[in-house]
């Protein structure tokens, strides 16, 4: 079993940074994705960028590519989204997900995706 404590948002001007922080406790992680998605209101959830916990390759939504960066700390079992340039569009409760299981094609589905954190509100005033 894996827990997920998201930490980090907030509300920021346009144009502004934020910085959400993810921890996993219970079982080591040491195979698999880490993501984060986000989820606006009367919207569906969608997927803004994931890493692969072996090797560390990243992938990014469109819309973020260029403005955010996913990292992870195989150390700590934790792992980052640096959002910068942001947009009103980003306001959003973002949430971070796992899923143990390993492959070469990205996860960027929610169901594909065993493992979820609570969420944290960004809210980027225009």
């Known amino acids: 079993q894996v827990q997920l404590v998201e930490s980090g948002g907030g509300l920021v001007q346009a144009g502004g940074s934020l910085r959400l922080s993810c921890a996993a406790s219970?079982?080591?992680?040491?195979?698999?994705?880490m993501g984060w998605f986000r989820q606006a209101p009367g919207k569906e959830r969608e997927f803004v960028a994931t890493?692969?916990?072996?090797?560390?390759?990243?992938y990014y939504a469109d819309s973020v590519k260029g403005r955010f960066t996913i990292s992870r700390d195989i150390f700590k079992n934790t792992v980052s989204l640096q959002m910068n340039s942001l947009k009103a569009e980003d306001t959003a409760v973002y949430y971070c997900a796992a899923d143990r299981t390993d492959r070469l094609v990205f996860k960027t589905t929610p169901s594909e995706y065993n493992y979820w954190g609570q969420g944290t509100q960004v809210t980027v005033s225009s």
């Open positions: 890493i692969r916990w072996s090797g560390g390759s990243t």
């Open positions: 219970g079982r080591s992680f040491s195979t698999g994705y």
